[in-house]
């Protein structure tokens, strides 16, 4: 079965923001507001990425997202962009910690760390990465409802501003449905559907997200997902049919609250709310 692709076709009218990268930047100076960090050398930066895809794996756990040892997140060192940081194999989420992370290579080979990788993470993730330079990060989990939502080999509809978020920023993959990812050749086509857009929907199989921003949007529109997936389930569950955002409307959300950035701002209060509850993170 071929892959159901369909690329943004149409961006919305642009507001003009200043210096400011969003809306919801404040114009007014000298308020607490969340600043994306600037990095004076590649260790700061890799302590930087490596607490962060921690606290993601955290943020699963929390979410109810573990599935046995299905699961991998991972992100691109700054360093040394053919190596990528990823949770160790049959580790829950709610025990990864600074200590037992492990890197990896495109080929699957463990260059630090203890733990081995994940056969599935490695053919999916390690394609993605490979294939797209300018993708930063990458999140798949075993999903209840976003599994549910892929036996319907559909993509979502803007039922709501949410949902609107993904509006022409997702993808539908249909090839080897439901064929447990282990062969180098299905991280390919997984790849090869990552043209553009931020998420996908494989069918059969569940939900994956890649940020070219950061691990921290790349978990939170995971998590978005997801939600956006229940949320259709149950409309549709009702038999009637969902009022849908206008195409127009749906575009203007996209771009205002369904960015890379505007990811990385909704992790901001998952991190802040880790920190102060599970500490032994950085161990």
């Not at 160790?88 to 200590?99: D, G, I, N, T, W």
């Not at 990458?138 to 599994?147: L, P, R």
């Not at 940020?211 to 529109?221: D, L, Q, V």
Request: proline content about 5%; hydrophobic content about 45%; glycine content about 6%.
């Amino acid at each position: 079965m071929e892959a159901i692709i369909e690329r943004p076709v149409s961006a919305a009218k642009p507001i003009d923001l200043g210096k400011r990268t969003s809306i919801y930047q404040p114009e007014q100076e000298g308020l607490i507001f969340p600043e994306v960090p600037v990095f004076a050398d590649p260790a700061a930066h890799r302590q930087h990425l490596k607490e962060r895809l921690v606290a993601a794996c955290r943020a699963f756990a929390l979410q109810g997202f573990d599935y046995g040892f299905a699961g991998h997140l991972t992100v691109r060192d700054p360093e040394h962009p053919e190596l990528y940081w990823t949770n160790p194999m049959a580790v829950h989420f709610s025990q990864v910690k600074l200590s037992n992370l492990i890197l990896a290579d495109h080929q699957g080979r463990v260059v630090e760390g203890r733990h081995a990788v994940n056969r599935a993470g490695f053919v999916l993730h390690a394609a993605v990465h490979e294939a797209h330079p300018d993708i930063v990060a990458m999140c798949h989990a075993h999903t209840v409802y976003g599994t549910a939502f892929a036996a319907l080999g559909k993509k979502l509809e803007p039922i709501s501003q949410d949902a609107a978020a993904f509006f022409e920023d997702h993808v539908v993959i249909g090839d080897e449905a439901g064929q447990v990812a282990v062969e180098v050749k299905a991280g390919h086509k997984v790849a090869n559907a990552f043209l553009g857009v931020k998420a996908a929907i494989h069918q059969n199989h569940g939900l994956l997200t890649a940020s070219r921003h950061s691990i921290e949007s790349a978990a939170f529109w995971f998590i978005a997902l997801e939600r956006c997936c229940q949320q259709q389930l149950m409309v549709e569950s009702t038999g009637l049919k969902p009022r849908l955002v206008s195409e127009e409307r749906a575009r203007y959300s996209r771009e205002h609250v369904g960015s890379d950035y505007i990811g990385w701002l909704h992790f901001q209060a998952i991190w802040e709310q880790l920190v102060a509850t599970q500490p032994d993170m950085f161990d």
